[in-house]
């Protein structure tokens, strides 16, 4: 990001959590009023004003199906309508990013091998690069050899959901291309299974990415966006107490994309389906709005932008 580093001292919020002198320092920054992601050579987003992210799934075993997923059907009778309809249609309901993803990581799922998911990704990228050379897209993957090949085809951000524990090349391929990332905090990733016996609090989650923030810029990896993983290894009060608490991750002055798209969180406790809860999924993203989030990770575009501009206007007023 385009910003100038110093060195703050007076951060009494964070050191309600670390000790003085127990973090470095020159990752916090000043970013003189903006948040600017550098998505190409010559091309900044400006992420002070909240963006939208559109989940566009190649996957056919994605928790929830939407007008924006599941096109793999399509794919092998060799459809290309429904993907650059869907694409077509995220874009006009003002979709900022594309998120194009061809492994399920939902819970409690098996990913498919890295040839099948390139597979998949690599008719997909194609596509919507031929189609719409300038869009914004994002790759989610936790391997680093098929983040290497999507950023090969015009990608321009790599989304993974392991946080870099899965494929160790993952941080050097980002670095090495100089293309934005998305840090995820997915502890059931990181484990290969459920979580057992763990409770998040928040300063574990600013822990954690206060040492991966640091080891990636020492790296040459500029552009991070910090994503908490809501649902990913965290038990219901997990989800909503860092929902409840994450505008204390502004003091990493890194955005923050929140993705709690119809996501069990939510369907859970009200005792109902994925496809029942937006309404739910609105509430919970103004909330996120509220405390800071940069990025909505999202199924249903034109309800996130609508809440964006409600509470833009709010404030505003």
């Known amino acids: 990001m385009s910003k100038k580093c110093i060195k703050d001292k007076k951060r009494p919020l964070f050191h309600t959590f670390w000790p003085k002198n127990s973090y470095n320092q020159q990752i916090f920054c000043t970013f003189a009023g903006q948040m600017l992601l550098k998505v190409q050579d010559s091309r900044l ?17 994605s928790f929830y199906t939407s007008v924006y997923e599941n096109v793999e059907a399509t794919r092998r009778l060799g459809d290309e309508v429904v993907l650059l309809d869907a694409v077509q249609r995220a874009l006009d309901e003002g979709a900022d990013i594309l998120d194009i993803g061809a492994c399920s990581t939902r819970p409690g799922s098996t990913p498919v091998d890295a040839a099948v ?4 990704l690599e008719w997909a990228l194609k596509l919507v690069r031929s189609h719409f050379p300038d869009a914004v ?34 941080w050097d391929v980002v670095a090495k291309h100089d293309v934005p990332y998305i840090l995820t905090l ?3 990733l990181r484990k290969g299974g459920e979580k057992e016996g763990y409770d998040y609090t ?46 204390v991750l502004k003091v990493l002055h890194a ?24 309404p739910a999924t609105i509430a919970a993203q103004v909330m996120a709005l509220e405390r800071g989030a940069n990025i909505l990770r999202v199924h249903d575009v034109a309800a996130a932008k609508q809440a964006i501009q409600i509470v833009q206007l709010t404030h505003k007023n």
Do not use: C
């Not at 300063?203 to 640091?214: A, G, K, N, Q, T």
């Not at 955005?255 to 937006?278: A, H, I, N, T, W």
């Open 45 to 61: 987003m400006d992420l002070s004003l909240p963006r939208v992210m559109a989940i566009i799934n190649v996957s056919p075993d």
């Open 117 to 120: 998911e390139w597979e998949r």
């Open 137 to 170: 897209v994002s790759v989610d993957t936790f391997r680093a050899d098929v983040a290497e090949k999507a950023i090969g085809l015009g990608v321009n951000i790599i989304n993974d959901v392991s946080g870099g524990d899965v494929d160790a090349r993952m």
């Open 186 to 188: 997915a502890q059931e």
């Open 202 to 247: 928040m300063s574990e989650v600013l822990r954690f990415f206060e040492e991966r923030l640091d080891r990636l810029h020492r790296m040459g990896v500029k552009d991070v966006v910090l994503d908490p993983g809501f649902g990913f290894g965290k038990t219901l009060e997990d989800n909503y107490t860092i929902l409840r608490e994450m505008e």
């Open 255 to 278: 955005p923050v994309l929140v993705g709690v798209s119809r996501k069990s969180m939510l369907y859970k406790p009200l005792g109902l389906e994925s496809k029942d809860v937006l």
